[in-house]
């Protein structure tokens, strides 16, 4: 079985950083492509970012693009989401998820496992 549990989240301000964890346990993840994903009150669960966990390729949405940044520990089966420039659009729960292919994918039904998310929210 595999686990995935996120930290990090909280109240912010507007032009605010937050560093998000998603540490991840019960398989090994060379194969896997971590993402990270993201769900607003009334709205579909939207496509953040995502890294493969051996090449460290990553993609972004374009949303995000240039204020959020995707890494990985590999020594501690661990995926981070450094998030820059905060605005009260980006409030949101953030979830980590895994995808058992490699290939890029920002579609969240490509991916097998999640965590149970973070709230993170921005104030104006």
């Known amino acids: 079985q595999v686990q995935l549990v996120e930290s990090g989240g909280g109240l912010v301000q507007a032009g605010d950083s937050l560093r998000l964890s998603c540490a991840a346990s019960?398989?090994?993840?060379?194969?896997?492509?971590m993402g990270w994903f993201r769900q607003a009150p009334g709205k579909g669960r939207e496509f953040v970012a995502s890294i493969t966990w051996s090449g460290g390729s990553t993609y972004y949405a374009d949303s995000v693009k240039d204020r959020f940044t995707i890494s990985r520990d590999n020594a501690k089966n661990t995926v981070y989401l450094q998030m820059n420039n905060l605005t009260p659009e980006d409030t949101a729960v953030y979830y980590c998820?895994?995808?058992?292919?490699?290939?890029?994918?920002?579609?969240?039904?490509?991916?097998?496992?999640w965590g149970q998310g973070t709230q993170v929210t921005v104030s104006s």
């Open positions: 998820a895994a995808r058992t292919t490699p290939s890029d994918s920002s579609v969240p039904s490509d991916y097998t496992y």
């Open positions: 019960g398989r090994t993840f060379s194969r896997y492509r």
